[in-house]
């Protein structure tokens, strides 16, 4: 009777490609998500009941409720950057209903930095089309040293590039 619940916690945790995740350093009122991605590898189909985090740091999502043979899917953790500061951790429990009872752990951390203000706290460019441009500010404040700088900006997605330009620097504030 022992090994049946450990099988199933096994069988779960098989679906998903990470379980754990740190997002590093992000600015306050920053938007920073990460995604569990999970596959189906087994006949029967998927059913995520439920997922839960242990701290208001963190809000889960279910991407797809239902995955069948081979489908994928995703948990996605949200970082509440506008309402938490520092060190950050929370467990997110997934619980998976079909076709038996199981619970996975999921781990996140994260730091969220006080002293650098986002303005907004995410852009999005939503749908441009091929061969057409679009142009997004953010504005960046830093409230600490006096010789911070920002010496790099990069992106993941080589269809994006940025530059930044500092705008003001006055007794220990700085504006890019």
């Keep these: 009777l022992l090994l049946r619940p450990v099988a199933a916690q096994a069988?779960?945790?098989?679906?998903?490609?990470t379980r754990s995740h740190d997002f590093g350093n992000i600015a306050r009122g920053a938007k920073a998500e990460f995604?569990?991605?999970?596959t189906n590898l087994y006949l029967q189909d998927v059913?995520?009941?439920n997922v839960r985090a242990t701290c208001g740091c963190t809000?889960?999502?279910?991407?797809?409720?239902?995955?069948k043979t081979y489908e994928k899917?995703?948990?996605?953790?949200?970082i509440n950057s506008d309402r938490f500061l520092g060190n950050q951790?929370?467990?997110i429990t997934v619980t998976i209903d079909k076709p038996q009872y199981a619970q996975v752990q999921l781990h996140v951390k994260v730091h969220i930095f006080?002293?650098?203000l986002l303005e907004p706290p995410s852009v999005a460019f939503g749908s441009v089309a091929q061969g057409n441009s679009a142009e997004?500010?953010?504005?960046?404040?830093?409230?600490?040293?006096?010789?911070?700088?920002?010496?790099?900006?990069?992106?993941?997605?080589?269809?994006?590039?940025?530059?930044?330009?500092?705008?003001?620097?006055?007794?220990?504030?700085i504006t890019y």
Excluded: C
């Design 89 to 91: 951790s929370s467990t």
């Design 136 to 173: 997004r500010t953010i504005r960046v404040r830093y409230t600490g040293r006096s010789d911070w700088r920002i010496l790099e900006v990069r992106s993941g997605n080589p269809h994006l590039t940025a530059t930044v330009t500092q705008t003001a620097r006055q007794g220990g504030g």
């Design 11 to 17: 069988w779960a945790e098989k679906m998903f490609a």
């Design 114 to 116: 006080s002293d650098v």
């Design 47 to 49: 059913h995520i009941a």
């Design 35 to 38: 995604g569990f991605e999970l």
């Design 73 to 78: 899917g995703a948990i996605v953790a949200r």
């Design 59 to 67: 809000t889960p999502r279910i991407e797809k409720e239902k995955l």
